[in-house]
């Protein structure tokens, strides 16, 4: 029998290598892409065809994405996630024995069915398995492992690039096997999601693994009752429903959900940011920094990219979600405001740059070129603490629990969906309509804004089943953060008390009274009621005032 460890920490450090795996895959590519040796080798790509390239990683992990909650229902989240580490090994492999452009596209489909599968996944383990107090913490990690793996494999490809041949980017992508065997192997000593174990009866390792992360060994420590009592009741409630499927995160009451968790993903790309990292050397390029000053200023944002990401770790189940988003979209909207303008004002068109007829712009001007690089570093630094986790972690927590491997898998389906058409269109984007690429941005990041404050409760320091009772109770998102526990109980009794008294019994034909109006036989106590049913029992729907008014900004 293998000794499984059970910190929180550990697990998620082991587990969020699948975040590696995409960071390795995006600088992969982005640290080649105007390298003479690749280029030669693949015949000097055009647009379209290093778009097809890029975002051939990306229409693999929509697949991935869409059968990642099969996979995870059925197998559990810990070996779904083997699954995906496994199809990464293979994946690699194909791309560092390439011999030409189509195996080079074949091998990045595979690997992005792993990163699918990684991607939404991983995040849903974690998150059912930490304590709720430093949930956005460990989910925060899965992102910050994905900057470790953009800046590891960025250095590794440069470092690689002073070779010659083919070898240069074969040896580079051959590297990407080892975070790959390392996931495969560390998840062996990790337990299985309690909550994708109680969905199988499987309840005495289920209390065992809650047991061991909240209660420190203690079996009947308050933490342990609760969260297993709560998980026994979300079970039993999932029963009565039929099994899941995609359609049913339309169904009603769960659309509105659906949409939102969507919404996060889609709008994580919309920020632009993997343009600045798949395209990165354009920019720069198009900046004036070519050849390895255009490497090494790339990189810095790379660092940037795994420092900034630390504050959202450490502070993320302080600050809250929502702030953190609608700050990270503002500030994204601003730099990139200034990145187009400066480029349009002090830039002018090319042929092409250094023989790269995808660049078609460049900004003589040594200041403005500089100003431009600096709004670059402030635009990673302020996604990696915002929208960089917040997406993820945002997504692996709203769902409930019979949804939430199916949900994030499509949720997660989405955000490759967008990867894949910006990772296509850019490249021609820039050739056509140049730094206009991130007016069209800036305007994404401003529309998110709104979207978020208006539709995206706030769901900081809550259990994931408690999350559950802010959309059932449908709560507006810009009061969720004031909203207590036992505040939502009290609503949701309130609530169904009202209801109950709107429904009229059928064996007394005269129940059908307006639901205003009030008896006055309470009068002298300062509370009222609502009309009973049966005249015998006329203070058996008796609301209190007071109740009702101190609730009332829940409704």
Same mark, same amino acid.
């Given at each position: 029998?293998?000794?499984?460890?059970?910190?929180?920490?550990?697990?998620?450090?082991?587990?969020?290598?699948?975040?590696?795996?995409?960071?390795?895959?995006?600088?992969?590519?982005?640290?080649?892409?105007?390298?003479?040796?690749?280029?030669?080798?693949?015949?000097?790509?055009?647009?379209?065809?290093?778009?097809?390239?890029?975002?051939?990683?990306?229409? &693999?992990?929509?697949?991935?994405?869409?059968?990642?909650?099969?996979?995870?229902?059925?197998?559990?989240?810990?070996?779904? *996630?083997?699954?995906?580490?496994?199809?990464?090994?293979?994946?690699?492999?194909?791309?560092?024995?390439?011999?030409?452009?189509?195996?080079?596209?074949?091998?990045?489909?595979?690997?992005?069915?792993?990163?699918?599968?990684?991607?939404?996944?991983?995040?849903?383990?974690?998150?059912?398995?930490?304590?709720?107090?430093?949930?956005?913490?460990?989910?925060?990690?899965?992102?910050?492992?994905?900057?470790?793996? *953009?800046?590891?494999?960025?250095?590794?490809?440069?470092?690689?690039?002073?070779?010659?041949?083919?070898?240069?980017?074969?040896?580079?992508?051959?590297?990407?096997?080892?975070?790959?065997?390392?996931?495969?192997?560390?998840?062996?000593?990790?337990?299985?999601?309690? %909550?994708?174990?109680?969905?199988?009866?499987?309840?005495?390792?289920?209390?065992? !693994?809650?047991?061991?992360?909240?209660?420190?060994?203690d079996m009947d420590h308050p933490d342990v009752l609760v969260e297993m009592q709560e998980?026994?009741?979300?079970?039993?409630?999932?029963?009565?429903?039929?099994?899941?499927?995609?359609?049913?995160?339309?169904?009603?009451?769960?659309?509105?959900?659906?949409?939102?968790?969507?919404?996060?993903?889609?709008?994580?790309?919309?920020?632009?940011?993997?343009?600045?990292?798949?395209?990165?050397?354009?920019?720069?390029?198009?900046?004036?920094?070519?050849?390895?000053?255009?490497?090494?200023?790339?990189?810095?944002?790379?660092?940037?990219?795994?420092?900034?990401?630390?504050?959202?770790?450490? =502070?993320?189940?302080?600050?809250?979600?929502?702030?953190? @988003?609608?700050?990270?979209?503002?500030?994204?909207?601003?730099?990139?405001?200034?990145? &187009?303008?400066?480029?349009?004002?002090?830039?002018?068109?090319?042929?092409?740059?250094?023989?790269?007829?995808?660049?078609?712009?460049?900004?003589?001007?040594?200041?403005?070129?500089?100003?431009?690089?600096?709004?670059?570093?402030?635009?990673?630094?302020?996604?990696?603490?915002?929208?960089?986790?917040?997406?993820?972690?945002?997504?692996?927590?709203?769902?409930?629990?019979?949804?939430?491997?199916?949900?994030?898998?499509?949720?997660?389906?989405?955000?490759?969906?967008?990867? =894949?058409?910006?990772?296509?269109?850019?490249?021609?984007?820039?050739?056509?309509?140049?730094?206009?690429?991130?007016?069209?941005?800036?305007?994404?990041?401003?529309?998110?804004?709104?979207? !978020?404050?208006?539709?995206?409760?706030?769901?900081?320091?809550?259990? @994931?089943?408690?999350?559950?009772?802010?959309?059932?109770?449908?709560?507006?998102?810009?009061?969720?953060?004031?909203?207590?526990?036992?505040?939502?109980? !009290?609503? %949701?009794?309130?609530?169904?008390?009202?209801?109950?008294?709107?429904?009229?019994?059928?064996?007394?034909?005269?129940?059908?009274?307006?639901?205003?109006?009030?008896?006055?036989?309470?009068?002298?106590?300062?509370?009222?009621?609502?009309?009973?049913?049966?005249?015998?029992?006329?203070?058996?729907?008796? !609301?209190? %005032?007071?109740?009702?008014?101190?609730?009332?900004?829940?409704?």
């Amino acid at each position: 029998m293998v000794l499984k460890t059970y910190n929180p920490y550990v697990v998620a450090a082991a587990a969020t290598i699948g975040g590696m795996l995409f960071g390795f895959d995006v600088s992969s590519v982005s640290a080649f892409v105007d390298n003479p040796t690749y280029r030669e080798f693949f015949n000097y790509p055009d647009d379209v065809k290093q778009g097809g390239i890029t975002s051939a990683m990306a229409g &693999g992990s929509f697949f991935g994405s869409l059968i990642s909650g099969r996979i995870s229902d059925i197998l559990g989240r810990r070996y779904a *996630v083997q699954c995906g580490a496994i199809i990464w090994i293979i994946g690699s492999l194909v791309q560092c024995t390439v011999q030409n452009t189509t195996q080079l596209i074949i091998g990045r489909l595979i690997s992005g069915v792993a990163i699918g599968i990684c991607s939404s996944q991983v995040p849903v383990y974690i998150a059912e398995l930490s304590p709720k107090k430093i949930r956005g913490r460990l989910v925060g990690l899965f992102q910050w492992a994905i900057t470790w793996g *953009v800046m590891i494999m960025f250095f590794i490809s440069y470092g690689c690039s002073f070779m010659t041949g083919a070898k240069s980017f074969r040896i580079a992508w051959g590297l990407q096997i080892v975070p790959g065997a390392l996931l495969l192997s560390a998840l062996v000593f990790f337990p299985e999601s309690p %909550r994708w174990l109680a969905t199988k009866d499987r309840w005495d390792e289920a209390t065992n !693994v809650i047991t061991h992360i909240q209660g420190g060994g203690d079996m009947d420590h308050p933490d342990v009752l609760v969260e297993m009592q709560e998980i026994r009741e979300v079970v039993r409630i999932d029963r009565m429903s039929k099994d899941v499927s995609v359609f049913d995160l339309f169904a009603p009451g769960s659309r509105l959900r659906t949409f939102v968790g969507a919404s996060a993903q889609m709008w994580q790309q919309l920020t632009g940011i993997n343009v600045m990292m798949y395209y990165v050397v354009y920019t720069f390029a198009m900046a004036g920094y070519e050849g390895n000053a255009g490497l090494i200023s790339s990189s810095v944002q790379y660092v940037i990219n795994v420092i900034m990401t630390v504050p959202a770790i450490l =502070f993320i189940d302080k600050w809250g979600r929502r702030p953190l @988003l609608l700050t990270g979209s503002t500030f994204m909207a601003l730099w990139l405001f200034l990145v &187009g303008g400066i480029m349009g004002q002090y830039g002018h068109y090319v042929d092409s740059l250094n023989g790269n007829s995808a660049i078609k712009w460049t900004v003589p001007n040594r200041s403005a070129a500089q100003s431009i690089i600096a709004f670059n570093y402030l635009f990673v630094g302020t996604f990696a603490p915002s929208w960089g986790p917040g997406a993820w972690i945002y997504v692996s927590e709203i769902f409930p629990l019979k949804q939430r491997a199916i949900a994030n898998g499509f949720c997660a389906s989405i955000n490759w969906t967008f990867n =894949f058409l910006l990772a296509f269109c850019v490249p021609p984007g820039f050739k056509y309509i140049q730094w206009r690429v991130y007016i069209i941005f800036a305007i994404f990041c401003v529309t998110m804004t709104f979207h !978020v404050f208006f539709m995206f409760p706030e769901t900081k320091g809550k259990t @994931l089943e408690e999350v559950d009772l802010i959309w059932e109770e449908n709560i507006p998102p810009w009061k969720s953060g004031r909203i207590e526990v036992a505040d939502l109980e !009290v609503h %949701r009794d309130l609530r169904s008390r009202v209801e109950k008294d709107k429904t009229p019994r059928r064996e007394d034909p005269n129940a059908f009274h307006e639901l205003g109006e009030v008896s006055s036989s309470n009068n002298s106590s300062g509370t009222s009621t609502l009309c009973s049913d049966d005249p015998g029992e006329e203070n058996s729907g008796a !609301v209190d %005032r007071t109740s009702i008014d101190s609730n009332s900004r829940l409704i």
